[in-house]
């Protein structure tokens, strides 16, 4: 019982919260599975309620998503993640820099995670500094975006981070980034799940279905409890939202515990 107490409320505060920063949830819920199953079937379980709540979501605000962005910015960011998912498997036998130990738990600092992170923080800075929040990239370097941050999304499995980094100096009102940005991530969801599907299949009579319906359910309510806070905040707000989150999120990939 308590599994589902804490699951559920995760589920439900980390939709809420990341249904403006459109990345996160997978990184929130993931150690929280972990805590009570197997790794290989939590991830399994956080891929599931990710994609799920992402088309929930989508029936929310979908409608406003821009469809030549998602052309523009998503397919390249797609086929991006794969060259980058090839290359990290050439690369995965790269050394940390540093690694520490907290709590029992060894972190390790790479040279990936360090340069991601300093992306990340360049980016949040044109969220948070006034002066740096009025620019905005021109609609002529979508597909660059999508490159870059497909790129390193598939080397690094952050892609949600650097999707938001770009989207949101793409100039777009806060539905159409939010819609957007759930469009692109259910393309990258269901490429991620076709990879996990003979894994899922196997793992299939481990999985513990009513917490997972539960969780999924936590989810769609923090989705809805996101959405209507959206209409009540200004694109400003959301900058500086996503300003945060991004900033909070370099520094903990930096140290090595994302």
Request: net charge positive; aromatic share 12%; proline share 3%.
């Amino acid at each position: 019982m308590l599994e589902y107490i804490i699951i559920c409320l995760f589920a439900l505060l980390a939709s809420g919260l990341t249904f403006f920063s459109g990345f996160g949830l997978g990184t929130i819920l993931l150690p929280v599975f972990a805590l009570f199953f197997p790794l290989d079937i939590s991830i399994a379980l956080v891929a599931i309620v990710h994609f799920l709540n992402n088309i929930f979501k989508l029936s929310l605000i979908g409608r406003k998503a821009d469809k030549k962005v998602i052309l523009k910015f998503g397919i390249p960011a797609i086929l991006a993640a794969f060259a980058g998912a090839y290359l990290l498997t050439l690369l995965s036998e790269t050394e940390a820099l540093i690694s520490y130990s907290l709590a029992g738990t060894t972190f390790y600092i790479t040279p990936l995670k360090l340069i991601i992170a300093f992306l990340l923080f360049v980016f949040a800075l044109f969220d948070i500094v006034p002066r740096l929040m009025k620019l905005n990239f021109d609609p002529k370097y979508l597909p660059l975006g999508g490159l870059l941050s497909g790129f390193f999304g598939g080397l690094s499995g952050h892609q949600g981070a650097l999707r938001t980094a770009f989207l949101i100096r793409a100039g777009l009102t806060k539905e159409v980034f939010i819609g957007t940005g759930i469009a692109i991530s259910i393309l990258i969801d269901i490429s991620r799940l076709t990879v996990y599907s003979a894994e899922i299949l196997e793992i299939k009579s481990e999985i513990d279905y009513p917490l997972l319906i539960a969780a999924t359910l936590s989810a769609f309510a923090g989705a809805v409890i996101g959405n209507s806070i959206l209409k009540k905040i200004t694109i400003e707000i959301l900058h500086r939202v996503v300003g945060i989150m991004l900033l909070l999120f370099s520094v903990l990939l930096a140290l090595g515990i994302v």
